[in-house]
């Protein structure tokens, strides 16, 4: 994956989901380093990234976080790894770390379960702004 930026850490969303879109959006809010560049999973790249990191159509559900070179994330372990690279408060995140992850992962699910119910869904993929463009590969 040649094409990915150096020194930035992907986050691959549900693209059509309102509540990952408001995830990105206070994931960009936060990435005062500016850390961060958004791939939705439905994308050609998504998919691509998906495939090259081996990870199974099922998981593909989830908010992954890919540090590349490094190690990728999902459900709950990418959430609490984006959160402790915003700084301040966000450092104290992997406190949540001594909740099991099969605990954390459960409730992941129940929303991931029902989060189009309670937060809609869109006919396609977010549109960056063009001030935000550069953010998105």
Known sequence: MESLPKNKKIVLFDGVCNL???AVQFIINNDKKDIFRFVALQSDLGISICKHLGISFSKMDSIILYDPGTAYFYKSSAI???????GGIWKLTPIFRIVPIFVSDKIYDYVAKNRYN??????SCMIPTPELKSKFL
């Open 80 to 86: 609490l790894e984006i959160a402790k690279n915003f």
């Open 118 to 123: 309670w937060y809609g869904k869109k006919e």
């Open 20 to 22: 990952c879109s408001s």
